[in-house]
């Protein structure tokens, strides 16, 4: 197995309130502000509220999804007098904790979401990233609750349209479930043991131990499924099924039943075996699909350490 | 025990999209638009999405709370350009149901609305209704699903503040736990089981079977408790404690612990015994309180029949 070595990761940053009715990130964030945390060890640490309007709205956004604002193309075109206030914000989130793709960017950023989906706690990728990954294994071996998933889009970095793409490393830290506008201890309790770990390894990385590669599991995002709908009005006509409700990650077959029709009967899935995921987290007005599908992908991680001067 | 007798209840109200981000009343009118619904035996029924507006844009409301507009002294208020958007529907709807008060006003109202704690399925009155009871009393005993509980408000009538008091009788049911934005299928069952009921219930009435009374058990809310909240910033500082988090109508007594803040130790309950209701259902925006208390009570109910003419 290779090794693989990377500059100290001395700048990270902790978001929360991309999505400004996700309560975990915002609790979390306001509490390490008041705590005034700007260093753990040899680590300088950014709080950071991304979206304080949308937060006090408790609305997801303003004018525009955040969370899909940082593509390369979005964040290179000039802002004008009516780009949409998140977008506004994107530029100004990119200054401080990017500039993407440059060497001034953070080392890390863990952005902190929430879903109403049973999902647990899970760590979301955009790209196969060392760092990450092995941050995953280490909170995914030491954590004392239940747990901890790895899941896998594939996206190109310039496309890449999240927060945590502006970093060198990140990724999304997504919790459930969780009902928008509320906090739970037990979630909330997750996130911060998560990050303590995530602090403690970094502490180790940045001090010079070798961290073992080995193979670590994840799911790989494959496809979305929509809920039915009528053709003329586009209105959702089904609910998720009873059976498939609450059973992210658990392995559904052709023939489980997924959709619960409103009126008539119920829809079966008819695919290849895989793993529902975000099912029913659903802003219905936001024209979301029903759930996504993955399947289980092994991933061999190199040994890692910190690149000495 | 006494007997009663109320004339026929020939026109009654079906109200969904009160709060436009409660989506299982939402759901259950458009599906009863979609069927034509307008009838049930010999009882007229008016299917109403109460807030439109809001269901499109998937909020509570749009500038002021639905639910809080129908007390006389607003509904008797003359409207202005600059009324808020809910206050002038406010109108429309106390037109079209009532007017409160009047003989004109429909028989029975019935306005669904969800929470995200874990409260089941409730009915709640504002006031002892004798055809509201019974109706409890006879879903109560015949539901496929787990406790169906009644929740009493005291207020006076003309103080009632809520859609239903423009009915001559009526009730919110509440169901939960369900998110904001979200349609759980088994939560939608369960109150499509209980309008059937309600249907099935209000046909015997009108064609002069007589319902026995007896003791029904409610609860009766007593006092509320808010967050514990930072004095300068009126911030909330502590969650709901894990022990009571979902633990709604579960005996609270002094000593238990009932928040937990995100510094420092749990905070205990000081008071007497008493039954949580509504915990954590919490817009954190809407300054909501962390939870209401109740005491049980037992109320008698008179049998009651229709009048004959």
Chains 1, 2 share one sequence.
């Not at 500039?99 to 960017?105: E, R, T």
């Not at 890449?160 to 201890?185: D, I, W």
């Not at 289980?296 to 350490?305: R, V």
Request: charged letters at 20%; aromatic letters at 10%.
């Amino acid at each position: 197995m290779e090794q693989v070595s990377f500059p100290p990761l001395s700048r990270v940053a902790i978001c929360g309130g991309t999505h400004g009715n996700e309560m975990t990130g915002v609790y979390v964030v306001r509490e390490m502000k008041k705590k005034k945390v700007d260093k753990v060890g040899c680590v300088s640490v950014m709080t950071v509220l991304s979206n304080p309007e949308a937060v006090n709205v408790c609305r997801r956004y303003m004018e525009t999804d955040l969370n899909r604002c940082f593509p390369d193309a979005l964040l290179s075109a000039p802002l004008t007098a009516s780009s949409p206030h998140e977008m506004k914000r994107a530029h100004e989130l990119n200054a401080l904790l990017g500039p993407k793709g440059s060497p001034q960017a953070v080392n890390l950023l863990c952005d902190i979401h929430n879903t109403t989906a049973n999902m647990g706690i899970c760590f979301i990728f955009y790209r196969f990233d060392w760092i990450a990954l092995h941050l995953f294994k280490y909170v995914q071996s030491k954590t004392s609750f239940g747990p901890v998933r790895a899941i896998q889009f594939d996206t190109p970095l310039s496309e890449a349209y999240s927060l945590e793409s502006v970093a060198k490393h990140g990724f999304a830290l997504e919790v459930g479930p969780q009902p928008t506008g509320v906090v739970r201890a037990d979630i909330y309790n997750m996130v911060t043991e998560t990050l303590d770990l995530i602090m403690e390894w970094l502490e180790q990385f940045n001090s010079g131990s070798v961290f073992e590669g080995g193979e670590v599991e994840a799911f790989r995002k494959t496809q979305s499924l929509d809920y039915p709908r009528d053709p003329t009005t586009d209105e959702i006509t089904a609910a998720i099924h009873p059976q498939l409700q609450d059973k992210d990650f658990k392995l559904l077959r052709a023939g489980d039943p997924i959709f619960w029709p409103f009126t008539g009967e119920a829809v079966k899935y008819e695919g290849e075996e895989a793993y529902p995921f975000f099912v029913n987290e659903c802003a219905y007005y936001e024209k979301k699909v029903a759930f996504h599908l993955a399947r289980k992908i092994s991933i061999s991680l190199p040994s890692i350490s910190v690149k000495k001067n």
